[in-house]
DNA sequence: GCCCAGGCGTCCC
DNA sequence: GGGACGCATGGG
């Protein structure tokens, strides 16, 4: 299917904004997204974007996958004018959308991503999905059929031995990804159940897991739940705030769009370095 | 080889 | 409640 949109739909931007880490661009310019049994190959075109699901797909999952309901552009005008490292950021991360992504994914991925670069965070879920996920064939944009590794089921991962998980370079956080394994496969833990919370509620459920604290807590509520209030905090925003805050959380002003302006700060910091 | 990475658990106060 | 410390491993 087409879709005719080009305001606030930056492939790249998403790609590379830390929220995701199986999304990429292929050879050929197109973009792979993966998130639970889906998979979509996206195009970008002059006057839209070319997408290798239908309408209902869209509709159904996409859609909401992508935010498609929330207008950002009202989000970055409500930006203090005098914030000028905000109005910068927002400026720079135009495009950027929050994905609402797989829970389980989410809690494991960011598990991982605890004092590990992107680049090593997306080589050990990389290795992850292709020792424990299901292989599913699927066709591009040209037809032509691929090969994909979808991300493990909670099953999966037990099947595991650990010396297989310790190939995938987990390190320390083998057993916290084991030890959530066992509660949600065993039903002790019900990720879906955990919607009917409120987002205070929620972060202190998911802080229950091992190896998850205030940052993945925050992190998973935000990418995996659509909490958009939730800002998590990293080394990244820690010197944001530092540098341009004196010290204080900025975050509170922006109340249910604090996690989104959290994402513009973190992709600007994240790429201009010595902002 | 060195430094650090979208932090956290533990220990101690 | 807060501060120091160790942690496995890969990228730059």
Known sequence: ???????????????????????????????LFISGKEVLFIREKSDGFLLSCDEKKWEDFWKSYFDFGRD???????????DEFLTNAAEFGKGIRILKQEKWEMLISFIISQRKSIPAIRTSIE?????????????????????????????????????????????YRRDYIVNAA???????????????????ELFNALNEFKGVGTKVANCVCLFGYGRT????????????????????????????????????????????KNF
């Open 1 to 31: 299917m087409e879709l005719r949109i080009k305001d606030d739909f930056d492939l790249k931007k998403i790609e590379n904004s830390g929220q995701c880490f199986r999304v990429r661009e292929l050879e050929n310019g197109d973009f």
């Open 72 to 82: 950002y552009s009202k989000i970055r005008a409500k930006i203090k004018k005098e």
């Open 127 to 171: 290795r992850l999905c292709e020792l424990a996920g299901e292989k599913i064939t699927v066709k591009d944009l040209e037809g032509e059929k691929k090969e994909i590794f979808l991300f493990p089921e909670p099953k999966a991962l037990l099947k595991a031995s650990a010396e297989e998980l310790d190939k995938c370079g987990l390190g």
């Open 182 to 200: 066992r509660l949600v496969a065993l039903k002790e833990v019900s990720l879906n159940s955990f919607d009917n919370l409120n987002d205070e």
């Open 229 to 272: 209030g939730r800002a998590p905090v990293d080394v990244w925003i820690n010197k944001v705030i530092e540098r341009f805050y004196n010290g204080e959380n900025p975050f509170g002003y922006y109340g249910e769009n604090a996690g989104i302006i959290q994402q513009y700060m973190f992709y600007y910091a994240k790429e201009i």
